[in-house]
C-alpha cells in the first residue's frame, strides 16, 4: 500500500491497523515519492517475521530501520518499482 504525505507515525498504525486485519499475510505501508527518492515504511505480520523482511529489503533498498517479529518500521531509497519488486520477491 502506497499513500503519500503520512508521517513515520501514521505510516505504522495504518500498517498495525491492515495486519491486524488480515493475520495471514504481511501487511507493507510506505509514504514517499520517486521525486524525492525516499519512501518511510512499515511491515507488519503476525505469521512472518518482520525482523528478517526488514533486514533483507534494507540491504536490497538502500534502508534503514527495524523492529521487533511483529512490526518493523524505517526508510527506504529507492523509487516505487522497486520497492514493489523487492517486496514481492521477498515475500515469494
Known amino acids: 500500500m502506497f499513500e503519500e504525505d503520512l508521517t513515520p507515525v501514521q505510516v505504522r498504525q495504518y500498517a498495525t491497523r491492515l495486519y491486524e486485519e488480515n493475520r495471514a499475510g504481511v501487511a507493507a505501508v510506505c509514504s514517499g ?9 512499515a511491515l ?6 518482520m525482523r528478517a523482511l526488514s533486514k533483507a529489503l534494507n540491504s536490497r533498498l538502500s534502508g534503514r530501520g527495524g523492529g521487533s517479529s511483529l512490526m518493523a518500521q524505517g526508510t527506504f531509497r529507492a ?13 515469494e
Open 44 to 49: 507488519g505480520s503476525s505469521r512472518v517475521d
Open 33 to 41: 515519492n520517486d521525486r524525492d527518492g525516499e519512501y518511510h515504511y
Open 79 to 91: 523509487g516505487r518499482e522497486a520497492i514493489e519488486a523487492a517486496f514481492r520477491e521477498e515475500t
